[in-house]
Structures are given as structure tokens and as C-alpha cells.
């Protein structure tokens, strides 16, 4: 049984079968715009007449803004970004369970089908990438969505009130290049994420990986730092808009080399993991 | 009869590794804030008690301030509180589905009846889960006693403090403090119990014990993200709905702890908790 056969069931069995999951995705993205919009209200009542339709690039910006960087002060504790948080606990959520869950069941005999534990990793691994894929696929279908009910423009400019109107501080605009390496760095962060997560579930289980990524998110945010991988998936800390923000060389430099290890890592705890022993609770 | 079964419950929920698992990642949290209150303490208490005279008084750096709960100066203090639902689901929420799913619940439900089974288990749940949410906050104020005086706070210190006069049972905080902390840790305690049991009351309802406990978790994420994004800024909702904030002191931004809300969300847990129980007694458990 070949790689891609091993792919194919993963595909048809953790992802077109929890389509539900993503139906979710969608519903919460449109919460997601429903809040940008709300952000915008709230600025109009501020600065009337001040800011038009809102662009793609506007939307994009505005589901991944996070939060600028947290200075502490006794009078304003910190208030973690709900929606940022929740966007990308989401994207964990996704990819948790399945390749665990798999194991215990159908994937042991895959393996041994297969004559290849080496195999089963590698296309758990592309599950990842294809679960990252079609999220943020969701993601960018009901942003079209809401921008044409909004009637904006389908371009990736960001309009210059947008910062703003999302509370990013001393924003800067006009960068070379657009948002599009918030655009590259998005999706490879989440992978990078997401397979950190699946090389920590099998070696401490999936619960306590899934407390790993919600402290590193939280740690992250609380902390503007380019060894924090949190930091790269905010619009609002990225150099695209502020200046001295999280570059894209350094992010995408982190995530490859995450991906890198948790791919590495992984195969090697595979190779030599008792699959017969494995044991079911949590 | 029911103490037997209720003592067995509860030899199960606190002699299991994910008991012990919520419990060490929650002591660890409370002592990494309790140490990163040291290292402000030893920086600021020198300064504050010999401007005490013309600033704050010396009450300003007493323990009570640096306690977690009305402390808000520790990142680990705030994971602690971000994380705290689903410690407290960790521990023993996840047995009743487990149970149900291997059988054994069909055989001790025969035995023992199937009512007193489910009291006992979600009775477990409540103790264990209140217990895991519990007692990383007394070992933090513990520990914070070990450096700082146990003064009673005093109101001319209260922007130190960030305790103020809309903060729930702020006037215990300023006259009896000791109350003041057996008070909040009870309340901690309550809403992890209740939480706990109503995390397992979802058990016939979702298929995964993953999904058991991270879908009402991340709800409540859900729920702090409505009240954050759009509640207040559409409609300047100001009362504190999640526990991630009500269940601490210091306020954020321009919102508040009320009372009614946390007596309202607490009843709808426990209302739901005990209807799910009184249905699932009908259920075949075979």
C-alpha cells in the first residue's frame, strides 16, 4: 500500500467525513467578519464618514489581526485577543484528534498493510498540510462572501483606516509587496503549528499537546518576541504594518525549521513507538 | 450504600494520572506567578515602604496583593486563569462516557442503580474538578506569604491594588482579607465543580472524549470573543461573562464582575448538570 493510497484514506476518512468540522470553520468565520464590521461601526461613530466598503485585503487583515504588543501597566491587565486565539485553537482542533484516533483503529493494521510506519507518518503529515489547506480555503470563501454582501472591492489593498479601525497602534502602510507575505507566512505558520501539535500527540498524548498549543498562542501574544511562533499569524505585529514587526524571513525561517524537526522528530518516534500497546484514554 | 459507591468514585477520580496531570500543570503555573511576584516584591518593596510616608503605605506590598486571584501582573497567573476550564475537566470529567463506552457503567448501574451511579459520578467530577482549580491557588498564596507581609490592605493603596469599590466582595478585601481569599478560592472551587459536572452531563451527547473536553472550552473562548468583539462594542455590554475574568479581582478594561451574571451562569450549569442526570437515569445503559 502506497503513500498516496495511505493519503487518499486519511482524506476521504479526516476530511471529507468531519465535514461538519469545517461547516463550523465557516460559521465562526462569518462571526469573524461580523466582528470586523462591528470595529467599524464602532470607529464610524468616532470618525464619521471616514471609512468606505472594506477590500479583501481589509478582511484578510482584520480575521488575523491579533493584537499589538501587550506593554504592561497595573491599570490595564492583559485582555488576550478572543478572536485571534479562538481562530487558531480552531485550526488545532482540526488537525488533533484524527491521526491519534487512527492509530488505535484502522491505521495499526494500515501500518502493517503497508510494511511502512515511515509511510503512515508522511501522509499524516500531508493530512495536515491538506486540513490547513481547506481551512483556510473556508476561511477565504466566506470573506468573499461578506464582501460581496458588503460591496467592497476583491483587491488585497488595505485601505488605509483599516489599522485603525483594528486598534493596531502606530501602523504603517504602503509597505512593497502588500499584505502578500502575511499572506505566505499565514498558512505555513498554522502548518508549522499544526504539526508541532501531531509530533507532540503521539509522544505526550493529545490533550496535554493541545494545552502546548494554547500556551504557546497565549505566550505569544502576551510576548512580542521572534521566537514565539504566535507572533507571525498577527496582521497587527507584522512589518506590513508596523514598524521594528515580526519580519518574514525570520517567520518563515522558524516555520520551516518547526516543520523540519516536527517531521524529522516524528518519523524517528514512529519508527521505534510500540503501535500495539498504544493506549485509548485521551 | 451510596458513601461506598461515592468513596470508590472518588478513589477512581483523585488516584488517576490526568487528576494528577491538571493538578501539577496548574501548582506549576501558581508557583512560577508567585515567583515572578517575588522578583517585583524584592525590586519595589524597598522603595514603597520608605516613600511610604509621603505615597503609599506599607499594606501596599501585602501578600494579598500578590495573591493570583487579585494579582495581574504575572503572565503565568493569566495562562492559569485562561487554561483553568479545562483543568478542571481534566481530572474526571471524561469517566462516564469512558465508563459507558467499555461497559463497565451497564455492570456497576445493575449493581448499584442506575440514579445512584450518576450522583455519584458527577459528585466525583464536581470534588475532583473543584480540587485540581483549587489548590494551585492556595499554594500560591501560601507561597506568596513566604516573601511578603500579611498586611490588611488599606484603601489609600487601592490603585496598587486595582481592587475597586465595583469588584465583588471588594469590602471584605479591605476589612477581612482572610474571608476575602476563603470567598474567592470557594468560588473558584464552585465554578470548576460545576463545570466539571456539566462537561460530563455532554457525555451522551459527543462521541470523542477529546471533543468532551475541548468543545465546551472552546465555547467559552467563543463566548469571550462575542463579548470582546462585538457585545460590548455594539451594545457596551459591561458585565464580565466569561470566568476567565470574573473569576479574578482586577478588572479589564471597562468592564466589571457582577454578581447576578455568575449566580445566572452557575445555576444554568448546575440546572443543566442535574436535568441531564434526571433524563439519563431513564437511558438504557446497555
Known amino acids: 500500500m502506497s503513500l498516496y493510497r495511505i493519503l487518499a484514506f486519511d482524506l476521504r476518512n479526516g476530511v471529507a467525513r468531519h465535514w461538519r468540522r469545517y461547516a463550523a470553520i465557516a460559521a465562526f468565520f462569518c462571526l469573524s467578519v461580523l466582528a470586523l464590521f462591528a470595529a467599524r461601526k464602532a470607529y464610524l461613530d468616532v470618525y464619521p464618514s471616514s471609512v468606505g466598503p472594506f477590500t479583501l485585503g481589509d478582511c484578510v487583515v482584520g480575521a488575523f489581526s491579533g493584537m499589538k504588543e501587550y506593554v504592561f501597566d497595573p491599570r490595564n491587565p492583559f485582555d488576550f485577543p478572543a478572536l485571534w486565539l479562538l481562530t487558531f485553537l480552531l485550526a488545532a482542533y482540526l488537525t488533533l484528534h484524527y491521526p491519534y484516533r487512527d492509530l488505535l483503529g484502522v491505521g495499526r493494521h494500515l501500518v502493517v498493510a503497508a510494511q511502512s510506519r515511515v509511510g503512515w507518518w508522511y501522509a499524516k503529515c500531508l493530512w495536515v498540510l491538506a486540513s490547513v489547506g481547506l481551512f483556510y480555503a473556508v476561511c477565504g470563501a466566506v470573506l468573499c462572501l461578506a464582501l460581496l454582501l458588503d460591496g467592497g472591492a476583491f483587491t488585497l489593498?488595505?485601505?488605509?483606516?483599516?489599522?485603525?479601525?483594528?486598534?493596531?497602534?502606530?501602523?504603517?502602510?504602503?509597505?512593497p509587496g502588500g499584505i502578500w507575505p502575511l499572506l505566505v507566512l499565514l498558512p505555513l505558520a498554522t502548518v508549522a503549528l499544526c504539526l508541532l501539535q501531531l509530533f507532540l500527540s503521539l509522544v505526550i498524548k493529545p490533550l496535554p499537546s493541545y494545552l502546548?498549543?494554547?500556551?504557546?498562542?497565549?505566550?505569544?501574544?502576551?510576548?512580542?518576541?521572534?521566537?514565539?511562533?504566535?507572533?507571525?499569524?498577527?496582521?497587527?505585529?507584522?512589518?506590513?504594518?508596523?514598524?521594528?514587526?515580526?519580519?518574514?524571513?525570520?517567520?518563515?525561517?522558524?516555520?520551516?525549521?518547526?516543520?523540519?524537526?516536527?517531521?524529522?522528530?516524528?518519523?524517528?518516534?514512529?519508527?521505534?513507538?510500540d503501535i500495539i500497546e498504544k493506549e485509548s484514554i485521551l | 450504600?451510596?458513601?461506598?459507591?461515592?468513596?470508590?468514585?472518588?478513589?477512581?477520580?483523585?488516584?488517576?494520572?490526568?487528576?494528577?496531570?491538571?493538578?501539577?500543570?496548574?501548582?506549576?503555573?501558581?508557583?512560577?506567578?508567585?515567583?515572578?511576584?517575588?522578583?517585583?516584591?524584592?525590586?519595589?518593596?524597598?522603595?514603597?515602604?520608605?516613600?511610604?510616608?509621603?505615597?503609599?503605605?506599607?499594606?501596599?506590598?501585602?501578600?494579598?496583593?500578590?495573591?493570583?486571584?487579585?494579582?495581574?501582573?504575572?503572565?503565568?497567573?493569566?495562562?492559569?486563569?485562561?487554561?483553568?476550564?479545562?483543568?478542571?475537566?481534566?481530572?474526571?470529567?471524561?469517566?462516564?462516557?469512558?465508563?459507558?463506552?467499555?461497559?463497565?457503567?451497564?455492570?456497576?448501574?445493575?449493581?448499584?442503580?442506575?440514579?445512584?451511579?450518576?450522583?455519584?459520578?458527577?459528585?466525583?467530577?464536581?470534588?475532583?474538578?473543584?480540587?485540581?482549580?483549587?489548590?494551585?491557588?492556595?499554594?500560591?498564596?501560601?507561597?506568596?506569604?513566604?516573601?511578603?507581609?500579611l498586611l490588611v490592605p488599606?484603601?489609600?493603596?487601592?490603585?496598587?491594588?486595582g481592587v475597586y469599590e465595583d469588584a465583588l466582595w471588594s469590602i471584605f478585601f479591605y476589612n477581612l482579607p482572610l474571608l476575602y481569599c476563603g470567598l474567592r478560592t470557594a468560588l473558584v472551587f464552585l465554578f470548576a465543580g460545576l463545570w466539571a459536572s456539566a462537561v460530563m452531563a455532554l457525555s451522551g451527547m459527543v462521541k470523542s472524549r477529546i471533543a468532551l473536553l475541548l468543545l465546551p472550552y472552546l465555547f467559552l473562548v467563543l463566548l469571550r470573543m462575542l463579548e470582546q468583539s462585538i457585545l460590548y462594542t455594539l451594545f457596551e455590554l459591561r458585565e464580565a461573562l466569561t470566568p476567565f475574568f470574573y473569576l479574578r479581582t482586577v478588572p479589564i478594561g471597562s468592564q466589571y464582575t457582577s454578581a447576578w451574571v455568575i449566580a445566572l451562569e452557575f445555576a444554568v450549569m448546575g440546572a443543566f448538570a442535574l436535568a441531564v442526570l434526571l433524563v439519563r437515569r431513564r437511558e438504557d445503559f446497555l
Request: proline fraction near 5%; aromatic fraction near 14%; hydrophobic fraction near 55%.
Open chain 1, 157 to 175: 489593498d488595505v485601505s488605509p483606516r483599516t489599522p485603525g479601525v483594528l486598534a493596531f497602534g502606530h501602523a504603517v502602510l504602503g509597505q
Open chain 1, 212 to 273: 502546548c498549543t494554547v500556551s504557546l498562542l497565549f505566550l505569544s501574544s502576551y510576548f512580542k518576541t521572534p521566537f514565539l511562533l504566535g507572533n507571525y499569524l498577527m496582521a497587527a505585529r507584522s512589518e506590513v504594518f508596523i514598524t521594528g514587526g515580526m519580519g518574514f524571513a525570520a517567520g518563515a525561517v522558524l516555520a520551516g525549521a518547526l516543520i523540519i524537526v516536527s517531521v524529522v522528530a516524528g518519523r524517528a518516534w514512529v519508527q521505534q513507538m
Open chain 2, 1 to 149: 450504600m451510596m458513601g461506598d459507591l461515592l468513596a470508590l468514585e472518588l478513589r477512581k477520580a483523585f488516584h488517576n494520572k490526568w487528576f494528577a496531570m491538571a493538578l501539577s500543570v496548574g501548582c506549576f503555573l501558581a508557583s512560577v506567578a508567585a515567583w515572578g511576584c517575588f522578583q517585583q516584591f524584592e525590586k519595589s518593596s524597598p522603595w514603597l515602604i520608605d516613600m511610604s510616608k509621603y505615597y503609599y503605605p506599607p499594606s501596599s506590598v501585602s501578600a494579598y496583593g500578590y495573591w493570583m486571584v487579585a494579582d495581574a501582573s504575572q503572565p503565568a497567573g493569566d495562562l492559569y486563569f485562561l487554561l483553568l476550564p479545562l483543568l478542571a475537566a481534566i481530572p474526571f470529567s471524561w469517566s462516564l462516557l469512558s465508563e459507558r463506552r467499555s461497559g463497565y457503567a451497564a455492570h456497576l448501574a445493575a449493581r448499584v442503580g442506575k440514579t445512584r451511579y450518576l450522583v455519584a459520578k458527577h459528585a466525583a467530577a464536581f470534588i475532583a474538578g473543584g480540587t485540581a482549580a483549587a489548590v494551585p491557588l492556595i499554594l500560591n498564596f501560601v507561597l506568596c506569604i513566604c516573601f511578603a507581609p
Open chain 2, 154 to 161: 488599606t484603601v489609600q493603596a487601592i490603585t496598587m491594588f
